[in-house]
């Protein structure tokens, strides 16, 4: 099945960037969305950020404008481009695939990579 693994996360000062990436393995199913949510200590996880499978974006308002999510389908890769990054963006970055087969629609994370945004 799908394997999803992150990169890219570290330690960065508020108003810097970082660009974190997702490769999947296994078998790829074509009609997809990927997406990256986050989630801070205490709190829920969130919506970052959505690109399906036909390009198609979507962004939380929290990002609009500092964040972009884009694929390469050639790599089964996903990345997501963080500029002027706050303490308020600290948090475990997580990549998502939902898989939209004809009966059994599937869900798979990555195992996570931390962002903290501090100085």
């Known amino acids: 099945q799908v394997q999803l693994v992150e990169s890219g996360g570290g330690l960065v000062q508020p108003g810097g960037s970082l660009r974190l990436s997702c490769a999947a393995s296994g078998s790829i199913f074509r009609l997809d969305i990927m997406g990256w949510y986050r989630q801070a200590p205490g709190k829920q996880r969130d919506l970052v950020a959505t690109?399906?499978?036909?390009?198609?974006?979507n962004y939380a308002d929290s990002v609009e404008g500092r964040f972009t999510i884009s694929r390469d389908n050639a790599k089964n890769t996903v990345y997501l481009q963080m500029n002027s990054l706050k303490p308020e963006d600290t948090a475990v970055y997580y990549c998502?695939?939902?898989?939209?087969?004809?009966?059994?629609?599937?869900?798979?994370w990555g195992q996570g990579t931390q962002v903290t945004v501090s100085s």
């Open positions: 998502n695939r939902k898989e939209f087969r004809p009966s059994t629609p599937t869900d798979y």
């Open positions: 690109v399906s499978s036909a390009g198609s974006t």
